[in-house]
């Protein structure tokens, strides 16, 4: 039997609430898949800009929403990344 105190959820454990995006998007190899986590979309999309930067400059499909990404925000990823590349450059 296991010790309820590591069943227990404290609430000074639980993390502010997370977005998910997770999806594809077009490259020079193929379709690249994406899944990330962050405190927002802009986040999520900044944190992908890091590893892929033409993320946003071709197609793509991606569903995002906090706690469980289950919204089509393709067009508003797209919209942001190429606004993260104006704001960094």
């Given at each position: 039997m296991s010790d309820p105190k590591y069943n227990m959820v404290k609430r000074s454990h639980m993390k502010k609430p997370y977005y998910l995006l997770s999806g594809w998007?077009?490259?020079e190899y193929g379709e690249e898949h994406i899944h990330t986590i962050g405190g927002s979309l802009e986040d999520c999309v900044r944190k992908i800009l890091r590893e892929h930067p033409e993320f946003g400059d071709t197609d793509l499909g991606v569903d995002g929403g906090y706690l469980?990404?289950?919204?089509?925000?393709?067009?508003?990823?797209?919209?942001?990344?190429?606004?993260?590349?104006?704001?960094?450059?």
């Amino acid at each position: 039997m296991s010790d309820p105190k590591y069943n227990m959820v404290k609430r000074s454990h639980m993390k502010k609430p997370y977005y998910l995006l997770s999806g594809w998007y077009e490259s020079e190899y193929g379709e690249e898949h994406i899944h990330t986590i962050g405190g927002s979309l802009e986040d999520c999309v900044r944190k992908i800009l890091r590893e892929h930067p033409e993320f946003g400059d071709t197609d793509l499909g991606v569903d995002g929403g906090y706690l469980a990404a289950d919204y089509d925000v393709s067009q508003a990823a797209c919209q942001m990344a190429q606004w993260v590349k104006q704001e960094e450059y």
